[in-house]
């Protein structure tokens, strides 16, 4: 049987400037779910205080060894234009019975960008390389983080999670082909 790929490779060597340059912005296309009834879920959640790092491994010593919930976003970080950010990733480190850590998830994934163990994860962060934030918030002892994720992942649908939502969210999302 032949690889696809090798099929492919005839094809791709053929293409023109113009149709690589739309294949690779077609690359970086994302699908935000922006539903203002699901907003009203912000009032279910626990004042946060956030914070973020630029997502470069060097920024890893400023990230603490607590548990708490993340977002990965592409964020512009420039005065030239409005406060722009797209969240296009939110995850969770440790649990009321895990002691995993914000530190620990963070390198998690630098390890996914170098070693693409997690394809769809190193797509986000290599395609977006030099514009990824990695906001954090830390969670108090008792709190249950993936609550909080779960909510978070309701308010904002984000386009890089998959298999995280709550049972109702992943049917309505699949039933509308999101997921």
Known sequence: MSDPL???RPHLANMSEEEKLKADVLRHKTKHVLYPPFFQLINELP???????????DSRRHIPKEKGVYAFAIDL???KLPGTSYILY??????INSDNTLF????DYIR???RNNR???????TLWKDHL???YAVVADGQSTGELEEKLLNILIPPYNKGDFSAEMSSLLRGVNII
């Not at 939110?90 to 649990?95: E, I």
Request: proline letters at 2%; hydrophobic letters at 30%; aromatic letters at 16%.
């Open 6 to 8: 090798d099929l492919a």
């Open 47 to 57: 004042d946060l205080e956030w914070r973020k790092v630029k997502f470069t491994a």
């Open 77 to 79: 970080g420039t005065s």
């Open 90 to 95: 939110v995850g969770k480190a440790g649990d």
């Open 104 to 107: 620990n998830r963070f390198y």
């Open 112 to 114: 996914t960008q170098r």
């Open 119 to 125: 394809p769809r994860i190193h797509d986000m962060l």
């Open 133 to 135: 934030s990695y906001y």
